[in-house]
């Protein structure tokens, strides 16, 4: 982010380098239920992103003093395979995929109907096996699914997307050089019935209409991929019901 270069994220027209005007999403596609031993999954396409979700519970919370007595404990952890960015990435945890499952699990404590289940956890394991930017927001757009797939109790569904500032405009949906090249990135997920807002993050600088402006868009955006979270889950429940599974 931020990184001084030569290169050129917008031509003539003001179109990106993948041919996309500044209102224009990579395309998104979400399958469920693509793991036999999950009690739920789901799998995102998001532009060059892709993403496995697997989720596991809700069981009793271990070690015990993790349990909280008046709710389920959610537990995110994103992964990002050594294999899935173009410079081999060192395996297990940093301080980056740390972050994100901390921000990841708070976001979908929101959405979940915790206080149903005390004393449990529930895991969800989110693995990046292809990275190309925005993939916090994608695995967690795709958990959501995956929650909702394993049957876990949900008062909404949350989704999300990012924005940011290229050459001094606010574009939807950062690609990768729009991402390190760029001025500004803005990830953002809400409740997608009520709006409320469940994460967001900013690296670089907007001013505060440009941070209106980003907003707006995402906004717009998440009405769009709910859709997409919503016909992925309806899939599911038309194959099941016509004994497909
Ligand atoms: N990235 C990478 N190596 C890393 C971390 C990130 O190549 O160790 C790439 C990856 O494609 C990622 C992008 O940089 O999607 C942007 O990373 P950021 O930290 O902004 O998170 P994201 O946008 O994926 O949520």
Redesign the pocket.
């Known amino acids: 982010m931020g990184t001084e270069s030569n290169i050129k994220l917008l031509d003539e027209n003001g179109l990106r380098l993948d041919g996309r005007n500044e209102m224009e999403l990579r395309p998104i596609k979400i399958e469920t239920n693509v793991l036999e031993r999950a009690d739920g999954s789901a799998f995102i396409e998001w532009g060059g992103?892709k993403i496995i979700v697997s989720v596991y519970g809700p069981r009793e919370a271990y070690p015990k003093h993790t349990q909280d007595i008046d709710k389920a404990v959610i537990k995110a952890r994103y992964n990002?395979a050594a294999f899935s960015?173009?410079?081999r990435?060192r395996p297990g945890p940093d301080r980056?995929s740390v972050e994100?499952s901390k921000v990841i699990s708070e976001a979908l404590s929101s959405a979940v109907m915790v206080e149903q289940f005390p004393r449990t956890q529930v895991d969800v394991f989110i693995e990046v096996i292809q990275?190309?930017?925005?993939?916090?927001?994608a695995g967690l757009t795709a958990a959501s699914v995956a929650l909702a797939a394993a049957g876990i109790p949900m008062r909404d569904m949350v989704v999300g997307c990012?924005a940011g500032k290229i050459e001094g405009k606010i574009v939807l949906d950062l690609s990768?050089e729009e991402?390190?090249f760029g001025q500004a990135?803005l990830?953002m997920a809400v409740l997608s019935r009520s709006g409320e807002v469940v994460l967001v993050q900013m690296?670089g600088d907007l001013s505060v209409e440009e941070f209106n402006q980003a907003t707006d868009m995402i906004l717009d955006a998440t009405k769009r991929i709910a859709q997409i979270q919503r016909d992925a889950l309806v899939a599911r429940y038309s194959v099941e019901t016509q004994g497909g599974e």
């Open positions: 992103n990002m960015v173009d410079e990435k980056r994100i990275a190309d930017a925005g993939t916090r927001i990012t990768k991402d390190n990135d990830p690296d």
